[in-house]
Nanobody, 125 residues
């Protein structure tokens, strides 16, 4: 069964760090572009970061560039999102997603065919 399961969310104070994990099953995640999206209440789901299959080429949204890092653990079939210097505006449900082959716009959610259930990140003092 093809599946993605996220973990690692929580409630933290501004300036803190969190690491989100996404474990894939039923397929080899390193064979696909993999991304993290987030959705805040009342807002559209937005692309946060994406890593190209079988490479370390990465993309970030302007809002997280320099603070977040996406990486893989190929041996564990995992994709991580390291989030540093968290801000209240980072509060959202974070989703891991698998990208369809031959897609063109990494931040377009319609280009992804497998999604996790999401993990809540809340940044508040």
């Amino acid at each position: 069964q093809v599946q993605l399961v996220e973990s690692g969310g929580g409630l933290v104070q501004p300036g803190a760090s969190l690491r989100l994990s996404c474990v894939a099953s039923g397929f080899i995640s390193n064979d696909y572009d993999m991304a993290w999206f987030r959705q805040a209440p009342g807002k559209e789901r937005e692309g946060v970061s994406m890593i190209i299959r079988r490479t370390i080429t990465r993309y970030y949204s302007d809002s997280v560039n320099g603070r977040f890092t996406i990486r893989r653990d190929v041996s564990k079939n995992l994709v991580y999102l390291q989030m540093n210097d968290l801000k209240p505006e980072d509060t959202a449900v974070y989703y891991c997603a698998r990208r369809r082959p031959l897609s063109s716009n990494w931040a377009d959610r319609s280009e992804y065919d497998v999604w996790g259930q999401g993990t809540q990140v809340t940044v508040s003092s």
